[in-house]
């Protein structure tokens, strides 16, 4: 079964569950304001015997009070628990002696009025003392977003400089000056590449509008070794950026779904490539992908909630060949 189709099953059934429970309260309290002793069965379902009809309510009952909970945990708790995930990488393009290169990773701040986890992730970002962080794309819900975003962008600490993309929600959204006196790099086609404790590190990126550039910033990799972070909100190019050596690919886009479920995971992640990269870690040919659940929600319509898919800050840290610690 399809995402959206799942998404849409499981939606109906939710409100099937609060029809009924509605049905059941409705009927109860007419018959009391009637001075009538509430009925099991006429309240639930007028063809089930007495027994079965009171079995039932329980169960309706315990499904409504357990779906509201799950709604109100997704909608005000959830969304505001930010959890940091950290990947361990071995290469042999970081030098020995460079020890640990850390690279954080933020993504989807969806910032508007109202919204916090962008400021929030300001501290603990720099709590985790990066050398680069990285941003890949969807700063905005709304122009009125902005001062957020900029503060945010503009709070990081890294050693070794803060590097981002745009992502869909961004275009025409942001002034094209909006980041350009904060102590950011963009990387809307291009690259630019660091030296870390004697270990080169290049950061490429691509904003939507200029993916027909990739291959000219794929070219950019031949020129000087170096391990290469590629920047793109979307997973869409992971194939060819496989094919070109990328050794790290990073995006965004999916939340992980905002919504999932046990032993399915994202309901619906609007993207390109379905489920097959819907958050997490992933290994395509030499090149590691990592989607990032991202730090906001969707905007526009959509509902601001999220269930089992918490906000995400993602730590890569980069080690020498043979060289990371033991877990």
Same mark, same amino acid.
């Given at each position: 079964?399809?995402?959206?189709?799942?998404?849409?099953?499981?939606?109906?059934?939710?409100?099937?569950v609060f029809f009924?429970?509605?049905?059941?309260?409705?009927? /109860?309290?007419?018959?009391?304001?009637?001075?009538?002793?509430?009925?099991?069965?006429?309240?639930?379902?007028?063809?089930?015997?007495?027994?079965?009809?009171?079995?039932?309510?329980?169960?309706?009952?315990?499904?409504?009070?357990?779906?509201?909970?799950?709604?109100?945990?997704?909608?005000?708790?959830?969304?505001?628990?930010?959890?940091v995930t950290t990947?361990?990488?071995?290469?042999?393009?970081?030098?020995?002696?460079?020890?640990?290169?850390?690279? %954080?990773?933020?993504?989807?701040f969806h910032a !508007?009025?109202?919204?916090? /986890?962008?400021?929030?992730?300001?501290?603990?970002? /720099?709590?985790?003392?990066?050398?680069?962080?990285?941003?890949?794309?969807?700063?905005?819900?709304?122009?009125?977003?902005?001062? /957020?975003?900029?503060?945010?962008?503009?709070?990081?600490?890294?050693?070794?400089?803060? #590097?981002? %993309?745009?992502?869909?929600?961004?275009?025409?959204?942001?002034?094209?000056?909006?980041?350009?006196?904060?102590?950011?790099?963009?990387? !809307?086609?291009?690259?630019?590449?660091?030296?870390?404790?004697?270990?080169?590190?290049?950061?490429?990126?691509?904003?939507?509008?200029?993916?027909?550039?990739?291959?000219?910033?794929?070219?950019?990799?031949?020129?000087?070794?170096?391990?290469?972070?590629?920047? #793109?909100?979307?997973?869409?190019?992971?194939?060819?950026?496989?094919?070109?050596?990328?050794?790290?690919?990073?995006?965004?886009?999916?939340?992980?779904?905002? %919504?999932?479920?046990?032993?399915?995971?994202?309901?619906?992640?609007?993207?390109?490539?379905?489920?097959?990269? !819907?958050?997490?870690?992933?290994?395509?040919?030499?090149?590691?992908?990592?989607?990032?659940?991202?730090?906001?929600? !969707?905007?526009?319509?959509?509902?601001?909630?999220?269930?089992?898919?918490?906000?995400?800050?993602?730590?890569?840290?980069?080690?020498?060949?043979?060289?990371?610690?033991?877990?």
């Amino acid at each position: 079964m399809s995402g959206p189709v799942l998404a849409l099953a499981f939606t109906v059934l939710v409100g099937v569950v609060f029809f009924l429970e509605a049905r059941w309260l409705g009927v /109860n309290l007419w018959r009391r304001a009637r001075g009538e002793r509430p009925s099991w069965w006429e309240g639930f379902w007028p063809l089930a015997g007495p027994r079965a009809a009171k079995a039932l309510t329980v169960l309706l009952n315990a499904a409504a009070v357990m779906g509201l909970l799950c709604v109100l945990w997704g909608r005000f708790v959830e969304p505001g628990l930010i959890e940091v995930t950290t990947v361990t990488l071995e290469s042999a393009k970081i030098k020995p002696g460079s020890g640990r290169v850390r690279i %954080v990773q933020v993504s989807d701040f969806h910032a !508007e009025p109202g919204t916090t /986890n962008e400021l929030k992730a300001v501290g603990i970002v /720099n709590s985790l003392e990066p050398d680069l962080v990285v941003f890949t794309g969807d700063a905005l819900n709304s122009p009125e977003g902005l001062k /957020n975003a900029r503060e945010a962008l503009g709070g990081f600490k890294a050693g070794f400089g803060t #590097f981002l %993309v745009s992502g869909n929600y961004d275009m025409g959204m942001i002034p094209e000056a909006a980041f350009k006196d904060l102590p950011v790099v963009e990387l !809307e086609s291009g690259s630019r590449e660091v030296t870390v404790r004697g270990s080169r590190v290049r950061v490429s990126g691509l904003s939507l509008v200029n993916a027909p550039d990739f291959r000219y910033v794929m070219g950019m990799l031949r020129a000087e070794p170096a391990f290469d972070v590629f920047l #793109f909100h979307f997973t869409d190019l992971i194939d060819q950026a496989a094919a070109a050596g990328v050794d790290l690919y990073l995006a965004g886009h999916t939340h992980g779904g905002q %919504v999932r479920l046990p032993f399915y995971g994202a309901l619906v992640t609007l993207s390109a490539t379905g489920k097959k990269y !819907e958050a997490g870690l992933y290994r395509v040919g030499p090149t590691t992908l990592y989607v990032n659940r991202g730090l906001g929600m !969707e905007g526009g319509l959509a509902p601001r909630v999220r269930f089992l898919c918490r906000p995400e800050i993602t730590v890569f840290d980069l080690y020498p060949a043979g060289m990371a610690p033991a877990r």
